[in-house]
């Protein structure tokens, strides 16, 4: 039995990084949200989470628009405002939710994610699913480096990755 197509609304939001593409439901829920030099990578997980999806343009929910607006204002908290859910399996869901537990302004391992989420041997499927996170930022993965310390693949590229965490206060410039 093959699904009904998803209908969702795609707008573009400029930011100091470029423009972002933000999808959302009928709801003004948050469904992606990714630069718009990544748009391919974006529509494929839209794919893998929906099946087929029709993307309609439209303007994003006033909040979500000024919440992203106030994150590259200088208020890294204000993300926090937007509603957003995913498809994903059950242990893709539960890493991007504790991802959204990691305060602005701090970062953790792979390691640490993957043993406060209660699967400390997990590390590997911990970094699969932060990299197929399709609401980046907003679920912020990119607070999220390797067990040094140092900053690791990001899906947004290693630039963007710096410019955020330095942004919140987690690098130093």
């Known amino acids: 039995m093959t699904r009904r197509p998803e209908t969702f609304q795609l707008d573009r939001i400029a930011t100091p990084l ?4 933000v999808v959302f439901d009928g709801e003004g829920v948050v469904r992606a949200f990714d630069f718009a030099d990544y ?9 893998l989470h929906y099946g087929t ?6 303007a994003a929910p006033a909040g979500v628009r000024e919440a992203v607006t106030d994150y590259f204002g200088g208020e890294v908290e204000a993300l926090k405002r937007i ?3 995913t498809g994903g399996t059950a242990f893709q869901r539960r890493v991007w939710q504790a991802l959204t537990e990691i305060p602005a302004g701090r970062t953790e ?20 699913a932060n990299g197929a ?14 067990s040094s310390g140092k900053l690791t693949g990001y899906a947004g590229g290693l630039e963007r990755k710096k ?5 919140e206060g987690a690098l130093k410039v």
């Open 39 to 47: 748009e391919e990578r974006m529509r494929r997980l839209l794919r």
């Open 53 to 58: 999806v029709i993307l309609e343009a439209g």
């Open 133 to 146: 996170n399709p609401v980046g930022v907003i679920v912020p993965c990119h607070r999220v480096v390797g």
């Open 18 to 21: 470029g423009e972002v593409l």
């Open 109 to 128: 391992t792979y390691g640490q994610l993957a043993a406060r989420i209660g699967a400390p041997t997990a590390v590997r499927a911990v970094g699969l």
């Open 163 to 167: 410019w955020l965490l330095e942004h």
């Open 83 to 85: 509603p957003w859910a």
